[in-house]
């Protein structure tokens, strides 16, 4: 029997009488990628939050290697789970190889030491993400995208098995947004991760997951989902869809000349509409 890295069926959430997450089921076969997308409180991070334990879901399962993950200890689980949130808490005198080195703790008893093994794997770590020079500095000091690729560099410390990303590429600049997502990828390791960028997530995710209002309303690679049709109705945005001229996967040019009023899902703009709406706004002079 195939043992997938993730099952999840009819997974909802309800807060309140409000529903979150509507009955999603999908699987994420071992050593894939799958990228979540949607708009803006689509639900992308509860899902995440459903998988790594935060939230515990109103109905449905959520298997990891084939375990329910309400059966794992604390431990177990963040030994096969690691998880890189959007929002970096504050770690307080902390350097960067000490925070990376936290990594470390599932595999680890109480009062054994770093000894020269994890020291090489943290050491590894922090050049895979480009940090080796900012080891010694201390974790709060650092910016933004540096704080993102420690947290993907403890990550790679704690050798999980499935690992879980909410937004990874939020505060990194183009350059590290691709190269930490190829890092992720060549990890060999299935990973599950929401992404704003849709073609990012094109290029590097094996398949996609598309969140809209809380439902899965697609789910397939990338080019089953990335369609014309289906980003207009989820994004409520006019846009081209191209075979990238590198990867084959899709790419996505998109229409401007939105109004406010008319960026919702009833009313896309068709790329002619939108194109005219832009030469007007030119010819008004105010492009
Ligand atoms: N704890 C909570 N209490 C109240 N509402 C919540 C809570 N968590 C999520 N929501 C609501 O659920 C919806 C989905 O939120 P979620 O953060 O999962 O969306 P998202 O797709 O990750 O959005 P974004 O792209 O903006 O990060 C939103 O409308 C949000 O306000």
Redesign the pocket.
């Known amino acids: 029997m195939i043992v997938n890295a993730i099952d999840v069926v009819g997974l909802s959430w309800q ?1 309140e009488r ?1 529903s ?1 997450l509507s009955n999603i089921s999908f699987s994420l076969p071992k050593g894939q990628m799958l990228g979540v997308i ?10 995440l ?1 459903c998988l790594y334990r935060y939230i515990e879901p109103t109905s449905g399962s959520i298997s990891v290697l084939g375990q329910d993950i309400h059966g794992y200890s604390s431990r177990a689980f963040a030994r096969d789970v690691a998880v890189v949130l ?1 929002e970096t808490p504050a770690h307080f005198e902390m350097t960067t190889s000490q925070l990376v080195a936290m990594g470390l703790t599932p595999h680890k008893s109480w009062f054994e030491f770093t000894n020269q093994d994890d020291k090489q794997h943290i050491q590894r770590a922090l050049q895979q993400v480009g940090l080796e020079h900012k080891a010694n500095q201390d974790y709060d000091k650092l910016s933004g995208g540096e704080k993102q690729r420690a947290l993907i560099a403890r990550a790679i410390v704690q050798r999980p098995s499935v690992l879980i990303l ?2 990874p590429t939020n505060h990194l600049d183009v350059r590290y947004q691709i190269q930490i997502l190829e890092l992720v990828r060549s990890l060999g390791i299935s990973v599950i991760c ?1 992404i ?1 960028d849709l073609n990012l997530a094109a290029a590097t995710c094996d398949n996609l997951l598309l ?1 809209h209002q ?1 439902h899965c309303v697609a789910y397939g690679s990338p080019q089953e989902v990335l369609t014309q049709t289906q980003i207009a109705s989820a994004f409520g945005v006019s846009c081209e869809v191209q075979p990238h001229r590198q990867t084959g996967k899709p790419a996505i040019q998109y229409f401007y000349g939105y109004q406010p009023s008319s960026a919702t899902i009833k009313n896309v703009p068709t790329p002619k509409s939108a194109a005219i709406a832009a030469g007007q706004r030119r010819s008004h002079g105010d492009a």
Request: glycine letters at 20%.
């Open positions: 807060l409000q979150i949607g708009a803006n409180g689509a639900g992308k991070s509860s899902l939050r959007q909410d937004e929401s704003h969140l809380g």
